[in-house]
T-cell receptor, first 118, second 114 residues
Framework: AQKITQTQPGMFVQEKEAVTLDCTYD???????LFWYKQPSSGEMIFLIY??????QNATEGRYSLNFQKARKSANLVISASQLGDSAMYFC???????????????FGTGTKLQVIP | EPEVTQTPSHQVTQMGQEVILRCVPI?????FYWYRQILGQKVEFLVS????????KSEIFDDQFSVERPDGSNFTLKIRSTKLEDSAMYFC????????????FGEGSRLTVL
């Protein structure tokens, strides 16, 4: 079974500052994927970034980077230069062994509500 | 830009009624999913679908639920006899393959069971 833990129910950050959203995970799979999704107040789910467990380099997508520490089983999201539009819920998620024949179920964390302060 | 579309955006139904939520995944995608999010809670996996059959389902996806891909474009979730606790936002998602890591989500269908 896979488990995602997000211990920060809510975070505040000043506009233009960087913020780190914590995510730890637990799995017995050797191969897995880690994701971050953004859910604005409109409710849609927006893919932000992906890290494969065998990727040696941390994933980056624009202002988003994933700080992947495999030994510690953490996959923190770093948002640089926060913008007002970054205010949203952020979900960390993981998928199981990709060699099992498809994505199967993605397990989501409980989310962190980020509020960017002008 | 291609996107996953879902209909209806909001449906209100009486307990015990059947509901069908519809999704049009991105056309070249091969993997399809349904997730749900009860208000204020995390997103929960319901079912994944590949090659015209269910590949995995969660404990939530009991006999009241079914999925179908009736034609080449639609992917539907049917709830046979709705319960109050089925009230949630239901998200459809699709992915092209298993290597990119990205699920494309629709905007969701909000189901309210009275």
């Amino acid at each position: 079974a896979q488990k995602i833990t997000q211990t920060q129910p809510g975070m505040f950050v000043q506009e233009k500052e960087a913020v780190t959203l914590d995510c730890t995970y637990d799995t017995s799979d050797q191969s897995y994927g880690l994701f971050w999704y953004k859910q604005p107040s409109s409710g849609e789910m927006i893919f932000l970034i992906y890290q494969g467990s065998y990727d040696e380099q941390n994933a980056t997508e624009g202002r988003y980077s994933l700080n992947f520490q495999k030994a510690r089983k953490s996959a923190n999201l770093v948002i640089s230069a926060s913008q007002l539009g970054d205010s949203a819920m952020y979900f960390c998620a993981m998928s199981p062994d990709m060699n099992s024949g498809g994505y199967q179920k993605v397990t989501f964390g409980t989310g962190t509500k980020l509020q960017v302060i002008p | 830009e291609p996107e996953v579309t879902q209909t209806p955006s909001h449906q209100v139904t009486q307990m015990g009624q059947e509901v069908i939520l519809r999704c049009v995944p991105i056309s070249n995608h091969l993997y399809f999913y349904w997730y749900r999010q009860i208000l204020g809670q995390k997103v929960e996996f319901l079912v994944s679908f590949y090659n015209n059959e269910i590949s995995e389902k969660s404990e939530i996806f009991d006999d009241q639920f079914s999925v179908e891909r009736p034609d080449g474009s639609n992917f539907t979730l049917k709830i046979r006899s709705t319960k109050l606790e089925d009230s949630a936002m239901y998200f459809c998602a699709s992915s092209e393959n298993r290597d990119t890591g990205e699920l494309f989500f629709g905007e969701g269908s909000r189901l309210t069971v009275l």
